[in-house]
Structure formats: C-alpha cells, structure tokens
C-alpha cells in the first residue's frame, strides 16, 4: 500500500508532502507498526529547534501522520504555527505550552507525562521542557499531508495569518482542565491532564467488559478516544478508514489486523507500541497480560464536525449482519479464539471469553 511518502505522480514527481518533509531531513519509520516510541532514535531539527523522527505508517492512507519530538533539559522548541491540526501526547517529561494569536495576548499551560492536548488550528505554539536535566519527548498526530497536498503551497500552509476565531479567540482559561459531557462517551475538553487515569464508561456493544470514552478537541477534525479491557478478555473484530494511531497505554497483548479475505498480521505491543489499521481493514485487540489493557487513537472522526467519505469512522460497534462494520464473536474465525487461549495458556493466565460467547 503507497503511502505519500512514497508516492510518484504521473510527473514523474513526489507528493507535495513528501518534498516537503524531505527538506526537514528527518529518519522517516515506514510500516504497520512502532515497537516504542519512546526508544525511537531521533536527530536534530532544524525547523524546531530540537531533535525529532517522522512517522509514516501504512495505515494512514496518506491523510494524516505522526512525528516524535524531544525538548533539550530546560530548553524550548521554536515558536511555530501552521495550517494543519495537530493533537500532542506526552510520552515523558514535564513542561508547558504557550500559544497565542499574532498580535493577541498569551496563554501558558502546564503538562506531564500522559498528557493529551492540541494546540488550535494556525494558532502560534511554543513547548518548554521544564526538567532541566532530562529531555521531555511528545508525539503528535497531524492532518498535514491532506493539508500540503491539498494546498501545494508552503507560504501558503507556515505563514498563513487567518485567525480562526471560531476555534480560538484567545479565551481565558482555554486549556483548563475543565470539560463538558456529551452523550454517547463524549467528553469536550481542550486539554487532558492524565490519559491513563482518565476514567470511562461501558460499551458493551465493543464486546469483553470493555470501556471507553471519545474526546472531542480544540473544534477539531479529528479527534481520539480511550479504550479498556480486562484481562483474559479481547475486542471484538472491526473496521473503519484510515489514519488511527493506535497508541498502547498499559498492558500486553497483540493486534490482529487483515483485508477481508487475506491472511492475517500479527502485532505485538505493550505500552509504548503505536500502530495504524489500513483503510477498511479488520483489526482485533487481545489482552494476554496480568493486568487491563488500554490504548488511545489519535485519528480521524470527530463527532462534533462531520467529515465523510472513508475518514468517517461509522457503524463500529453494529455488527455485519446489520449492516455495520464489527464481527460479532459467535461470527468470527473459530481460529483467533484457539489462538488467544494459547497465548493465555502460555502465560498462565485464565481466559474469561466463554461468558461472552454464551451472551445472545
């Protein structure tokens, strides 16, 4: 599967994301996954001011993409603001953030390490590390190819002075830790202080006890959520478009990701891992580990401002049968259970599935 890295038109020709992130002159990670972020190698950038490494997974289709960065002890990025919307988690470190719009007043907020948040769209950011004898390393999910493509204009995208105003007119206390609830799992909030102790809901409809929460951000496109699930348990099988980083909070298992009627690939992780499901593909989660599972997708879907086409994210929780895009469990290959049950074995680890395959 291409992806716009890789690219070439019929001008015999790159992207215009791809040019431009040569000229960054980054390491690009290409694949299905990242075993951890936080052991990946990253050299020094220019264009931020301290050191990063791109990422362009197969299952973004070319529509979104990811980078790590690291801030220097008790150092700072470069101040920057650009057309695309990008959503930050903190893998390690403590700092703060100041944005601002040209010529408007300036707002600081403070993060850890679990943080989530995402600066407003062609807002001016600028991250401080506040450790002084360490490096605090973040990654980001940014809609930046769609835009770069989009556009082919680099003035265009980095020196742009709309002011969004509907995303953010400089309102105090923006990135409190304040939110608003919505049906449907959803909580409106610009920033998250704690991912791994953010607490869910059920969703019983995903299968095994699970639980979930969806985060609307920043008036964003795209958007995330958090998903849980109990040991010796697994998701149910399904699909939806591209571009979900699939980041792993806690616990230890593997994905199983395929194309309807192909062989399937296997995934290891554990917290740290990120992978991205390709467009359409069926993925299944699998906790083999002594404790619950978590993991965050930066993606794709917001449910405040609709996008369609394959970057909707519908029907995931409705099964095939009914027209959705999740296979229930007395529907799914008889193989992934034999296969989860011997891991679990392995690991002397009691499965607890047979309930849920005795549910109607």
Not at 69 to 81: D, F
Not at 113 to 135: E, I
Not at 252 to 278: C, N, T
Request: with cysteine.
């Amino acid at each position: 599967m291409p992806d716009s890295g890789t690219l070439e038109t019929g001008f015999g020709q790159q992207t215009s994301y791809a040019k431009w992130q040569e000229e960054d002159g980054l390491p690009i990670i290409r694949g299905f996954y990242v075993a951890d972020l936080k052991d990946v190698e990253v050299v020094p950038w220019t264009r931020k001011g301290g050191k990063g490494a791109c990422i362009n997974l197969e299952g973004t289709g070319g529509t979104n993409d990811a980078y790590v960065a690291e801030i220097p002890p008790g150092g700072s990025l470069n101040p920057e603001k650009y057309l695309f919307e990008e959503l930050v988690y903190i893998l390690s470190g403590r700092g703060a953030t100041t944005i601002w719009n040209e010529g408007g007043p300036k707002q600081t907020f403070e993060w850890q390490a679990g943080s989530l948040f995402s600066p407003p769209l062609n807002v001016w950011r600028q991250h401080f590390n506040g450790q002084g004898d360490k490096p605090a390393r973040f990654l980001a999910v940014t809609s930046a190819p769609t835009m770069i493509d989009l556009f082919h204009n680099k003035d265009f995208i980095f020196n742009n002075p709309f002011v969004f105003k509907d995303r953010y007119a400089g309102e105090d206390g923006y990135f409190s830790a304040e939110g608003k609830t919505h049906p449907g799992r959803v909580w409106e909030s610009n920033f998250i202080p704690d991912v791994p102790s953010f607490k869910l809901t059920e969703w019983k409809e995903r299968g095994a006890g699970g639980t979930n929460v969806m985060f609307e951000l920043a008036n964003n496109t795209m958007a995330a959520h958090i998903s849980e699930f109990p040991v010796g348990t697994y998701k149910k099988g399904h699909r939806h478009g591209p571009g979900a980083h699939v980041i792993l909070i806690s616990g230890e298992g593997y994905s199983l990701l395929w194309k309807e009627g192909q062989p399937k690939i296997r995934v290891d992780w554990h917290a740290g891992s990120m992978f991205v499901p390709p467009d359409m593909w069926f993925h299944q989660h699998f906790n083999v580990g002594g404790a619950p599972a978590r993991y965050m997708a930066l993606r794709w879907g917001s449910r405040k401002f609709l996008a369609g086409g394959s970057l909707a994210i519908g029907g995931i929780d409705q099964s095939l049968k009914a027209g959705g895009n999740q296979i229930e469990y007395p529907d799914e290959d008889p193989e992934i259970r034999r296969m989860f049950e011997a891991e679990l074995a392995k690991r002397s680890v009691e499965s607890k599935m047979a309930a849920f395959f005795e549910r109607k």
